[in-house]
């Protein structure tokens, strides 16, 4: 019997554009695999909505607050629907940075110093030494994030403005220089370990996240092997620390600018990984030989609830 799988996509947060991409993206490949896919563009009735349709599984292609840190999750518990990727807790935990940290601090994972500031209060007076990064605590696809480059007079004046959407507390992190890393876990094991170059940004923002060509993968990693162990080792042991599930992956800085044996720095873990066609956990599944309908196939089987 034909398996029905809801993918659920858009949402409400400002990740709303990625999500719908992701989706899209998703849906298609999964129908390409057997599957028979109803599209959900999530609102505030996504409760009456996936009650009526009773799908076998959820495929949660949301991104941000709602879909990505445990409000949606609890959603399908109540409605006994299994779903893709982290349950309740490890998503709320992963979405809030700093508490993620925190935990993921405590296994032995090198993390980048920070603390939480009024962003009122950082707008006045540098929170800490420059160069520094200001980062929303909730947030996703580099939303909100300001680098302060060392020796800057002032900090960032639009932690201060009403179009501030993202939240009283910020996150004011070390800045960590180096090239910018990325490996994903799916399961209980590494998949592979991706070096992120931004093309024509200062750094891996939302452009060049998502434009065509805004960045490039080199999959796998040109590194040292012991830097690759240490990346993949923090990757796994971040992914069981916050209790994901399914695909996730985390972020890294590897500062190698006094020679190979530098410092490896964790950001943060990202429970939904998007999906789009310029997305990074696809292209190191492809690069493991695991195409991408292939790897949502595994997503779909690997669904339950109580995650």
Known sequence: MQRHVAVLMGGLSSERPVS????????????AEGYRVTRIDVGRDVASVLSELRPDVAFNALHGPFGEDGTIQGILEYLEIPYTHSGVLASALAMNKEKAKAVVAGFGVNVAESILVDRMEIARQHAMPTPYVVKPVAEGSS????????????????????????????????????????????????????????NDHAFYDFDAKYAPGGSSHIVPAELPDEITATVAEFSLAAHRAVGCRGVSRSDFRYDDRN???????????????GMTPTSLVPDIARARGLEFGKLLDWMVRDASCRR
């Open 20 to 31: 719908l991409s992701s989706g899209k993206a998703c849906a298609d490949a999964l129908e």
């Open 143 to 198: 939303f909100g994030v300001v680098i302060v480059r060392e020796g800057e007079a002032h900090p960032p004046q639009q932690l201060s403005a009403v179009e501030w959407t993202f939240g009283d507390m910020v996150m004011v992190e070390r800045y960590v220089p180096g090239r910018e890393l990325t490996c994903a876990v799916m399961g209980d094991e590494v998949l592979g370990v991706c070096e992120i170059v931004s």
């Open 259 to 273: 020679g190979a044996a530098g410092e490896v720095v964790w950001l943060e873990v990202n429970t939904q990984p």
